[in-house]
């Protein structure tokens, strides 16, 4: 199984499978393939997806229910996955000693082998990630798999004892050996007036974490301000950025 990924700003991941390959992804991650390439899509039927239990609990969790496998037929083909926002691609090589904790939209696809379930959810305040809480995907198993990043991506290796506190959305990959939890900012004046998070991700070393520089829900917070209100008619809809406006009327 051949890879190689396109792009810099909006990348994309080309997969070359030989007859007999396969890779899963979660439904609707597919961008294009070739004709030698057969999709099935089950409710967690795939080896990498644990069963039809494995995709419920992702469901609840707030993922999609069904996994799809892409596979080579009769030949050589060729199956592609783009990133959904400005990011990186990163492959990640599992040998069945590791596991990896990767932010919930981030699992982009991976061989059959590599298994995907929720391996953290945790409820925070409402309107904190659009009211559906914080939840990582673990990773693990043995082969190839690929995760989306959003934005840039700034590594940091971690020492034993050593801690590092991200706001939640940056968190974008690290070992599931570390110690991980979400804890509130102390201090009510931080709470009430502070213009940063109430809640901060606290990741304990050793071990390795890659961060994100654009979060989906900080870009969606940056943008909203600009997209018409509820109630709003289409027409004559106008979206301003930088004394500009843009659209009809």
């Given at each position: 199984m051949d890879h190689k990924i396109i792009g810099t700003t909006m990348p994309v991941l080309e997969v070359t499978l030989q007859a007999g390959e396969s890779v899963v992804a979660e439904g609707g991650e597919?961008?294009?393939?070739?004709?030698?390439?057969?999709?099935?899509?089950?409710?967690?039927?795939?080896?990498?997806s644990k069963g039809v239990f494995g995709a419920v609990k992702r469901a609840i969790a707030g993922g999609t229910l069904f996994m799809t496998e892409y596979?080579?037929?009769?030949?050589?083909?060729?199956?592609?996955?783009?990133?959904?926002?400005?990011?990186?691609?990163?492959?990640?090589?599992?040998?069945?000693?590791?596991?990896?904790?990767?932010?919930?939209h981030g699992y982009l696809c991976g061989e059959s082998s590599v298994t995907l379930?929720?391996?953290?959810?945790?409820?925070?305040?409402?309107?904190?990630?659009?009211?559906?809480?914080?939840?990582?995907?673990?990773?693990?198993?043995?082969g190839q798999a690929w995760v989306e990043l959003d934005g840039e991506v700034v590594e940091y290796e971690l020492a034993p004892g050593e801690v590092l506190r991200v706001?939640?959305?940056?968190?974008?990959?690290?070992?599931?050996?570390?110690?991980?939890?979400?804890?509130?900012?102390?201090?009510?004046?931080?709470?009430?007036?502070?213009?940063?998070?109430l809640?901060?991700?606290?990741?304990?070393?050793?071990?390795?974490?890659?961060?994100?520089?654009?979060?989906?829900?900080?870009?969606?917070?940056?943008?909203?301000?600009y997209l018409p209100r509820d109630g709003e008619s289409g027409a004559g809809n106008k979206l301003s950025i930088g004394g500009f406006s843009l659209g009809n009327g």
């Amino acid at each position: 199984m051949d890879h190689k990924i396109i792009g810099t700003t909006m990348p994309v991941l080309e997969v070359t499978l030989q007859a007999g390959e396969s890779v899963v992804a979660e439904g609707g991650e597919l961008s294009w393939m070739t004709n030698a390439v057969e999709l099935h899509t089950a409710a967690g039927g795939t080896a990498g997806s644990k069963g039809v239990f494995g995709a419920v609990k992702r469901a609840i969790a707030g993922g999609t229910l069904f996994m799809t496998e892409y596979s080579a037929v009769g030949g050589s083909g060729m199956v592609a996955f783009a990133t959904k926002v400005p990011g990186h691609i990163k492959p990640i090589e599992l040998d069945g000693t590791r596991q990896l904790m990767v932010h919930r939209h981030g699992y982009l696809c991976g061989e059959s082998s590599v298994t995907l379930e929720i391996g953290f959810q945790q409820k925070l305040s409402a309107g904190f990630f659009g009211g559906e809480g914080f939840i990582l995907q673990r990773v693990s198993g043995t082969g190839q798999a690929w995760v989306e990043l959003d934005g840039e991506v700034v590594e940091y290796e971690l020492a034993p004892g050593e801690v590092l506190r991200v706001h939640p959305g940056h968190v974008g990959l690290f070992d599931a050996t570390m110690a991980f939890e979400i804890e509130r900012v102390k201090g009510i004046k931080n709470m009430l007036f502070g213009a940063d998070a109430l809640f901060l991700a606290k990741l304990t070393g050793p071990g390795k974490v890659f961060l994100q520089t654009m979060p989906l829900a900080n870009l969606a917070a940056a943008i909203g301000p600009y997209l018409p209100r509820d109630g709003e008619s289409g027409a004559g809809n106008k979206l301003s950025i930088g004394g500009f406006s843009l659209g009809n009327g």
